[in-house]
């Protein structure tokens, strides 16, 4: 049993397992089509973090270095097989981190690091918001964003438990203090969408943080391109390619 990974196609015969970060605010659910995409024999774990879908009612963390402790322990024995790891936004920054943390610490790395609309971890993200932003403020950027459905923003309810969250995650992307480590070995993929607010110039500075193949993808969309039924059949093709590298 895992506190924070869950896997919703479970394959006792795979071979490989592909590990998914939501962006902020985000939860699991944003990666449970992707068995639709994803070859079977390639697990699925999704991060689910405190705070939302069936772990609304704990408290959502607001240092990234407490969560990437937890996060270091609960995947341990999940690193058996060959594993890439996919994030996006808020997402992107904590597979990065996680796969330095997991090289020091278990000696292993992903086959592929795939970092999805979200700046190199040196550069400052401008898309970030102060912790004592108010509630209007914070409404205003997530309309910005898009990312949000324009139904939440009508229903108070649910809007009053989203909000804490969200303001958790900017919190948790504060407290981050990049640190200057060796480049991983393992190839990088950054992808952005076409009318994202990062920039191909911040996307591209990903090349340095590995020593091995760097590419960049640019999908058609905004910054949450990702719920694109495209996106997820071109992302499902590049995650092929890795699982046939891995097997031959």
Request: a negative charge; proline letters at 5%.
């Amino acid at each position: 049993m895992h506190n924070y990974f869950e896997c919703h196609n479970y394959n006792p015969n795979s071979t490989i397992s592909l590990f998914c970060f939501p962006h902020a605010g985000g939860g699991a659910d944003i990666y449970y089509d992707w068995s639709n995409f994803i070859r079977p024999e390639i697990n699925i774990y999704i991060l689910n973090l405190p705070g939302r879908g069936k772990k609304y009612l704990e408290k959502p963390f607001e240092e990234f270095n407490v969560l990437l402790d937890n996060l270091l322990i609960d995947i341990e024995d999940l690193l058996d097989k060959p594993f890439i790891i996919f994030g996006h936004s808020m997402g992107a920054l904590i597979g990065f981190e996680l796969s330095r943390r997991i090289f020091e610490m278990y000696n292993k790395k992903p086959e592929h690091l795939y970092v999805s609309s979200y700046p190199s971890p040196e550069i400052i993200n401008n898309n970030l918001v102060e912790n004592n932003i108010s509630d209007d403020e914070l409404i205003t950027k997530l309309k910005e964003l898009n990312g949000t459905p324009k139904e939440i923003f009508q229903h108070k309810r649910f809007l009053k438990l989203l909000l804490p969250v969200i303001r958790a995650d900017f919190k948790l992307l504060n407290s981050y203090s990049y640190k200057e480590l060796a480049p991983l070995s393992c190839p990088i993929t950054s992808i952005i969408g076409s009318h994202d607010n990062i920039s191909v110039e911040l996307a591209k500075e990903w090349y340095k943080h590995s020593v091995a193949v760097f590419s960049l993808q640019i999908f058609r969309g905004d910054h949450f391109y990702l719920n694109n039924f495209e996106a997820k059949k071109k992302i499902g093709k590049l995650i092929e390619k890795d699982f046939m590298k891995i097997n031959n």
